[in-house]
């Protein structure tokens, strides 16, 4: 069974040799996925389709000590 998450945030770049842009998940959401689904890849992530729009991607998410999603 899919499981939907919607929601909205700021988009923010960790800048470096090769910068990535990055959304922070609300803390609800995170803590939900964290009860309910095994983290099974590096560093602990979940594999993940996300979409904005009319675009869709598979990426991972990741646990962030420092904002607690």
Same mark, same amino acid.
């Given at each position: 069974? %899919?499981?939907?998450?919607? #929601? *909205?945030? =700021?988009?923010? @770049? /960790? *800048?470096?040799?090769?910068?990535? &842009? #990055?959304?922070?998940?609300? &803390? @609800? /959401?995170?803590? @939900?996925? $964290?009860? !309910?689904?095994?983290?099974?890849?590096?560093?602990?992530? =979940? $594999? =993940?389709?996300?979409?904005?729009? !009319?675009? %869709?991607? *598979?990426? *991972?998410? #990741?646990?962030? $000590?420092?904002?607690?999603?």
């Amino acid at each position: 069974m %899919e499981t939907v998450y919607q #929601f *909205s945030g =700021v988009l923010w @770049e /960790h *800048s470096g040799d090769a910068p990535w &842009v #990055f959304i922070t998940l609300g &803390v @609800e /959401h995170a803590d @939900e996925i $964290k009860a !309910r689904v095994p983290r099974s890849g590096g560093f602990g992530s =979940v $594999k =993940v389709n996300a979409q904005i729009g !009319r675009t %869709e991607w *598979s990426r *991972s998410i #990741f646990a962030d $000590k420092a904002s607690g999603s």
